[in-house]
């Protein structure tokens, strides 16, 4: 059985429908408000950016001098919306109904690892158009081809290039999201055994180690088959000659798959060529996890506190309420048992003679 955010989840599990999408909202906007830098650097030294430098910090610094601390965020309100779009329109209940037809035990790792890489690739597929826009903004930025906007980017796509490239490298995706859900379903197992050994027990700190362990796992295991699939979707930016020659991949053409774009990479850049931004890759997954977990128990605890805070009122007032209730009970019958006894004469009774 899956244990990741077994902490987080039992703490949420003690709020409202409504206060766990709110937290779900903050956490999700601020992790990835956070890991924005992270994945603007990784993107332009996945395609080859002019502005790409021999690693992860050089390429920060030519970032930053180009166009200052704002260009790691320009293309945030995007990417922003593709994730959000992603948890929204749910892929994770459309994938639950696909495996209700086959024999997949319920509540089990293997099931969950079919379960994510499915609504991973129904995602991707949706999505895809959307990553399009946002690789090949982010391919020409702060250089004198750069779009001005989203729908400019998109235009010019259309127009040049056709429908069809708006799913330039589509068949990468199954097989990344394939290795990514295997390499998560590794360290889920590897974590659920020390778990039964009793050598850690869910807490916020484990629960850290977990997201940070298996997202890494997932990252590095899937990363070429990331690489390949930029370099496609950048293919039309090549053949214009927008890119540095460096970055340049002989041979390939909009119409190359994803087999020759691979044999390319290894032909001018090694092995080595298709790990090009894996420790920014990697930082940006476990800084996404950590954060969004952390802010996620943060904001659920101060919840928690809320609705107990709430509760007690409610009680006081309850109590109070309670014992103005008695207190007056008490005076109805003590002002009963106070009157004299024996009949009252009222104003339409006849008065008796007094004698004489």
């Not at 991973?120 to 081809?145: G, K, N, S, Y």
């Not at 053949?239 to 002989?250: C, I």
Request: hydrophobic share 40%; glycine share 6%.
């Amino acid at each position: 059985m899956r244990r990741k955010g077994l902490f987080r989840r039992s703490i949420l599990a003690d709020l409202g429908p409504l206060q766990q999408a709110a937290v779900r909202n903050v956490a999700h906007l601020v992790s990835r408000l956070l890991a924005e830098p992270f994945d603007a650097i990784r993107l332009t030294q996945f395609v080859g950016s002019p502005l790409s430098g021999p690693n992860m910090w050089s390429t920060a610094k030519n970032m930053y001098h180009a166009g200052g601390l704002m260009s790691f965020f320009s293309l945030f309100p995007l990417h922003h919306f593709q994730t959000l779009l992603g948890q929204r329109v749910g892929y994770r209940a459309i994938a639950s109904m696909i495996l209700d037809y086959f024999p997949i035990q319920r509540r089990s790792a293997w099931r969950y690892s079919v379960l994510t890489t499915l609504s991973q690739l129904l995602f991707a597929i949706t999505t895809h158009p959307m990553e399009i826009i946002r690789v090949r903004m982010r391919c020409v930025e702060l250089t004198p081809f750069a779009y001005s906007s989203a729908l400019d980017c998109l235009i010019d796509l259309l127009e040049h290039d056709g429908v069809a490239s708006l799913f330039q490298g589509l068949s990468c995706a199954p097989i990344g999201a394939i290795w990514s859900s295997f390499g998560r379903l590794v360290s889920s197992e590897i974590l659920s055994w020390l778990s039964s050994q009793k050598i850690y027990s869910p807490n916020i700190f484990t629960n850290s180690v977990e997201s940070i362990f298996s997202g890494l796992t997932g990252t590095l295991i899937s990363q070429p088959f990331y690489l390949v699939q930029k370099k496609m979707m950048v293919s039309y930016e090549m053949s214009r000659g927008r890119l540095p020659s460096e970055a340049m991949l002989k041979g390939v053409t909009p119409q190359s798959s994803s087999v020759t774009t691979a044999l390319a990479i290894y032909d001018q850049h090694g092995f080595a060529g298709f790990w090009s931004g894996a420790l920014s890759n990697s930082i940006r997954h476990a800084t996404i996890n950590t954060i969004e977990d952390g802010i996620s128990v943060a904001v659920a605890s101060v919840l928690l506190r809320y609705n107990q805070w709430c509760e007690r009122k409610e009680d006081a007032q309850v109590e109070t309420d309670t014992d103005d209730e008695e207190d007056y009970v008490e005076d109805v019958v003590e002002g009963t048992d106070s009157s004299p006894a024996g009949p009252t004469s009222t104003p339409d009774s006849p008065q008796s003679p007094v004698p004489s």
